[in-house]
């Protein structure tokens, strides 16, 4: 992954799986360790033009430091699924992700949600997963995808609260 000025939603630049990605990737954009409060949801708009059925891309979390992930069932759900287990990440066929063309691309940039109740008061990271199969159908021929605009609502900041004088509202 990388940072691209290609189809970004806002600002400059947004993540990408690079342009023409390789054959047999495996590979995902994390984030930093995040403390997640009451009800926190995860918001992020992407757009993704890939083999379909063979290369693709999902949403996964840890709650361990990254040895183990899980899927994330995002909103709207994943539109397609990986058809076969050949794939450079070992994703078993059929897995559900987001695979051939996002609706609306190059130019629409999708939203998509998740409710991350079930791991609040968890220490977690974030995990954007992308891979492709040995094929050449999609790599070297296809954009990728590229996630923007990524926000957690009510994550806890580490460290004491400071009360500074005056105290205004």
Same mark, same amino acid.
Do not use: K, M
């Given at each position: 992954?990388?940072?691209?000025t290609t /189809? ?6 947004? /993540?990408?799986? @690079?342009?023409? /990605?390789p ?11 995040l403390?997640l @409060?009451?009800g ?7 757009? /993704? ?6 290369d693709?891309?999902?949403?996964e979390?840890?709650?361990? @430091?990254?040895?183990s992930?899980e899927?994330l ?20 066929g059929?897995t ?10 190059p ?23 992308f ?6 159908g ?10 923007d605009d990524?926000?957690?609502t ?6 004491p ?9």
């Open positions: 992954w990388s940072l691209s /189809y970004a939603r806002t600002g400059a630049s947004s /993540y990408s799986t @690079g342009a023409t /990605y054959h047999s990737a495996c590979g995902g954009l994390r984030s930093p360790a403390v @409060g009451a926190p949801v995860l918001t992020y708009h992407h757009v /993704y033009s890939t083999q379909s059925g063979h693709g891309g999902r949403v979390i840890s709650t361990d @430091g990254g040895t992930w899927a069932n995002p909103s709207p759900a994943y539109p397609g699924a990986l058809t076969e287990g050949t794939n450079a990440c070992s994703w078993p059929p559900a992700c987001y695979t051939g063309d996002s609706p609306g691309f130019t629409a940039r999708q939203a998509a949600t998740v409710d991350l109740s079930a791991w609040s008061g968890l220490t977690v990271l974030l995990r954007w997963s891979t492709s199969d040995a094929g050449t999609g790599s070297l021929a296809s954009p990728g995808w590229y996630v990524i926000q957690v009510n994550v806890e900041r580490p460290g609260c400071v009360t500074r004088s005056p105290l205004a509202f």
